[in-house]
Antibody, heavy 126, light 107 residues
Framework: QITLKESGPTSVRPTQTVTLTCTVSGFSLTTSGGGVAWIRQPPGKALEWLGLMYWREDRRYSSSLRGRLTITRDTPARRVMLIITKVIPADTATYYC??????????????????WGQGTPLTVSS | QSALTQPPSASGTPGQRVTISCSGGTSNFAINPVSWYRQLPGEAPKLLIHNTDQRPSGVPDRFSGSKSGTSASLTISGIRYEDEADYFCAAWDDTLLFGGGTKLTVL
């Protein structure tokens, strides 16, 4: 059974760096074709994809956060971390990690998210 | 990159068929697969459809997906009160985009 659980600080000050952790079970971070993604949702708003790491450790990031994101992992500990630098109030959201698989279509692979964590709230405020 | 376009709300009475649209507006959206997620109040999203029209195991067959050109659709046949939720589409177009979400109300 695949499960993911997010953890991290619930409140930070603007300009700080925050690290959110996703602890997984039921699958290996190195299983071919899989990976973990980070998605966030500001209060009352839509989902926003932030980035992902595939099983081979190649990463993709949303350009909207302009280089403030880094995704790393600790494979033996079954953890994937999202690091956000220079946080601003607009980063206030619930942050989800999700297990990803891929569809192959039109000559390329496209990720989708089949299992999600429960989410962890983050408030950025002075 | 703009989000995919969904109607903000949809509604129906129990047993009705409801269709939620998702528009991409680019040629990439027309050829790339779409996934759909349901988010019950206070819960994490759950996968309903991937690869435009594929249902994961455990998702009832009253949920179906389709796409024509730059518009995708999620159809719920025979809606129930427990289907009242937010529904999001997603697709890759140089980056991964989500739709703005559609709130389904079961009257």
């Amino acid at each position: 059974q695949i499960t993911l659980k997010e953890s991290g600080p619930t409140s930070v000050r603007p300009t700080q760096t925050v690290t959110l952790t996703c602890t997984v079970s039921g699958f290996s971070l190195t299983t071919s074709g899989g990976g973990v993604a980070w998605i966030r949702q500001p209060p009352g708003k839509a989902l926003e994809w932030l980035g992902l790491m595939y099983w081979r450790e190649d990463r993709r990031y949303s350009s909207s956060l302009r280089g403030r994101l880094t995704i790393t992992r600790d494979t033996p500990a079954r953890r994937v971390m999202l690091i956000i630098t220079k946080v601003i109030p607009a980063d206030t959201a619930t942050y989800y990690c999700a297990h990803l698989l891929r569809d192959y279509s039109s000559g390329a692979y496209h990720p989708y998210f089949d299992y999600w964590g429960q989410g962890t709230p983050l408030t950025v405020s002075s | 990159q703009s989000a995919l376009t969904q109607p903000p709300s949809a509604s129906g009475t129990p047993g009705q068929r409801v269709t939620i649209s998702c528009s991409g507006g680019t040629s990439n959206f027309a050829i790339n697969p779409v996934s759909w997620y349901r988010q019950l109040p206070g819960e994490a999203p759950k996968l309903l459809i991937h690869n435009t029209d594929q249902r994961p195991s455990g998702v009832p067959d009253r949920f179906s997906g389709s796409k024509s050109g730059t518009s995708a659709s999620l159809t719920i046949s025979g809606i129930r009160y427990e289907d009242e939720a937010d529904y999001f589409c997603a697709a890759w177009d140089d980056t991964l985009l989500f739709g703005g979400g559609t709130k389904l109300t079961v009257l």
